[in-house]
Structure formats: C-alpha cells, structure tokens
C-alpha cells in the first residue's frame, strides 16, 4: 500500500477510542443483561456488548470512504446475532466436538474431570462464535467488494495464538495488580476467575480489530 493512501482501518484509534470510553461500555452491558441474570464477565451478553461497543469503535478508524456502510452497525448487530443464530449453533457444535478431542488428548477419558480447563475451552468456543457472527456482519455491510473478509480476518487470528494468550495473561494481570492495591488485601479465587474471564474477552476483540484491519488491507 501507498505510503501517501489512508489505511482502510486504524486500529490504534479504535483501540484508543474504545480506551476512552468505559462508560459506554458498561452502558451496552448493562442494556444486554438488564436483569442482571449473569455477572461473568465472559457470558454471552457480555461477549455480545463488547462487540457492539467494538463496532461503535469502528467509527473512530475506518476510512471515510467506507464509514457510511458500517454506520449504525452497533445498532443492528442484535438483529444479525439473531438472524445468524444458525451459524453461532453450527460453530458451537463443532466446537463441543473439538473441546472433546482436546481434552481427551490431554487428561485421557478424564477430560470432563478438569472442570476449569473445560469451562476455559467453552469460553474460548463461545467467544469465537460470537466474533464470527460480528465478522460476517462487517463483511455483509461492507458489500461484494468485501467478501471473504470474514475467512481472512479469522486466519489471521488464528495464527497469532501465542500472542492472544500473552495478551490475556498481561490483561489479567494488570487487573489483578489494580484490584488487590484499589482493596488492599490478597484477592480471591472467584476474583481471579472474574479478572481471567474479562481478560479473555478483551483480548479477543482487541485482536479482532487488529484482524479487521489486516483484512481490509489486503482485499
């Protein structure tokens, strides 16, 4: 690409944006689970919301030229969550499938005796259906001249792993850090597992972004 030519995405300014702004964010969790029926931080309406605050995000970086299809895409993902559910079924019974070869390949017929190592991996296969789901409602909006940026954008994830997990190792340490000096005292085992969960979340849609980025510069 032309140094001179604008890049179809920053991410550094999504980033930045969604940085600055916390309040929204809580604002979006708050409308996902108004009952306040689940507190994980890695529940499917927290998923949903980060997502939606990443598309709210999007704004801050993408080209002018591509701003007016992504528009009001923040507003419509519930919709297209909705419409696509399809899809999210499809990846989560496959993903079930590979959760059972990894953990037989790493416990033995045991593997359903790792309860935390079976919640981690059903988060990870959670959050990755729901970021499909984004992905292709990018790409829908985006139109024909956009098509695969789904498929691209999930490679170029999927080969980055090492760098997701220290991503979520530095997130949930940082929060750790910050909690136990805002309290004062050692935290706790459900502390830590709240911290971890956030963490993954975070982790995962800032890599996204990135993704998205990469994507729209190479299709």
């Known amino acids: 690409m032309d140094p001179q ?3 179809p995405l920053d991410a550094a300014a999504v980033l ?5 702004n916390p309040a929204r964010l809580r604002a979006l969790l708050a409308e996902e689970d108004p009952a306040a029926r689940d507190d994980s ?3 499917d ?3 949903r919301a980060h997502l939606r ?8 970086g993408i080209a002018p030229a591509l701003a007016p ?24 019974l496959l993903g079930r499938g590979a959760i059972a070869l990894e953990e037989h390949l ?15 991996l059903e988060r990870r296969m959670r959050i990755g259906a729901w970021i499909r789901l984004f992905l292709r409602c990018l790409e829908s909006r985006l139109g024909p001249g956009y098509d695969g940026l ?3 954008a999930l490679d170029w994830s999927g080969g980055r792993g090492r760098d997701l997990a220290s991503a979520i190792v530095q997130g949930h340490h940082r929060h750790l850090t910050a909690l136990a000096e805002a309290t004062g005292h050692p935290t706790t085992a459900a502390e830590r597992d709240q911290s971890s969960q956030a963490a993954a979340v975070q982790a995962n849609v800032r890599q996204t972004i990135d993704a998205v980025a990469h994507a729209l510069a190479i299709i």
């Open 5 to 7: 030519t604008p890049v």
């Open 16 to 20: 930045a944006w969604m940085q600055a």
């Open 41 to 43: 931080p890695a529940a």
């Open 45 to 47: 309406s927290a998923v």
């Open 53 to 60: 605050f990443a598309a709210e995000g999007l704004m801050a």
């Open 69 to 92: 299809a992504i528009e009001g895409m923040a507003d419509g993902l519930g919709a297209w969550f909705a419409a696509d559910r399809d899809v999210f079924d499809r990846q989560i």
């Open 106 to 120: 790493l416990y033995g017929a045991d593997g359903g005796s790792e309860p935390a190592i079976h919640a981690a």
């Open 150 to 152: 789904t498929e691209v």
